[in-house]
């Protein structure tokens, strides 16, 4: 059992290029998050799904697009990247459901992203 | 609209001596309160939380914390340090709105730095 789990750990890129980060979860969790961390500003939530096939703005979406095909599975991408885009990127799985405010979110590992 | 703040941006600590992490909550009903710690390099890791009940919560790690309705806080605690526990720490708050879909709120976190 793996939790979740991200791909890559690190990447840079120069400005304009184009990634996908890979967010998955073994735990059969319907919910799923990709936040991204800013030193002295926490963890701020960008786009979040509530089931396989749909996905939702979160408080910073802007610059970034996400697609859940598949439940197990949650894509970040970045379409042409910029330097206020270097930050570290966190997924984060939850059972949802009627756990929906009780339950604990899951966090993965992180991704460092640098846009040069 | 909820939020969470950490006054303490960083603290440093003597190993052995207690600890004390404030967070302070804007809510208008009796919020889920999460505490959430984060080692250098890795992800977030739930070391407690609040919905109901006793105020005094018990976590992992010999961490704990009380939830004060009455000072909006719910400031996390540890009698004796240790040098393992140097870390940031988060603490966040569930928005309870109908559409939220367990969201998580986070403060701006407090660097914990312990000293021999």
């Known amino acids: 059992n793996a939790g979740v789990t991200q791909t890559p750990k690190f990447r840079v890129l120069k400005t304009g290029q184009s990634m996908t980060l890979l967010c998955a979860q073994d735990m059969n969790h319907e919910y799923m998050y990709w936040y991204r961390q800013d030193p002295g500003m926490g963890l701020r939530l960008i786009h979040y799904?509530?089931?396989?096939?749909?996905?939702a703005k979160g408080e910073v979406p802007d610059g970034y697009n996400v697609s859940r095909l598949k439940k197990q599975n949650f894509l970040l991408g970045l379409e042409s990247a910029a330097p206020s885009q270097t930050s570290v990127y966190f997924c984060?799985?939850?059972?949802?459901?009627?756990?929906?405010?009780?339950?604990?979110?899951?966090f993965g590992p992180g991704t460092r992203l640098t846009v040069l | 609209a909820q939020s969470v703040t950490q006054p303490d941006i960083h603290i440093t600590v003597s190993e052995g001596a207690s600890l004390e992490l404030r967070c302070n909550y804007s809510y208008g009903a009796t919020p889920y309160l999460f505490w959430y710690v984060q080692s250098p390099g890795q992800g977030l890791q739930l070391l407690l939380k609040y919905f109901s009940g006793d105020t005094l919560v018990q976590g992992i790690k010999g961490f704990e914390a009380e939830f004060k309705r009455s000072q909006s806080s719910f400031n996390l605690r540890k009698p004796s340090v240790h040098w393992s526990d140097a870390a940031e720490y988060f603490c966040a708050v569930v928005d309870m709105t109908t559409d939220s879909w367990g969201k998580l709120q986070f403060g701006a976190g407090t660097q914990v730095v312990v000293t021999p």
């Open positions: 984060a799985s939850h059972t949802g459901l009627a756990g929906v405010y009780t339950d604990t979110q899951y």
């Open positions: 799904s509530v089931g396989e096939g749909t996905t």
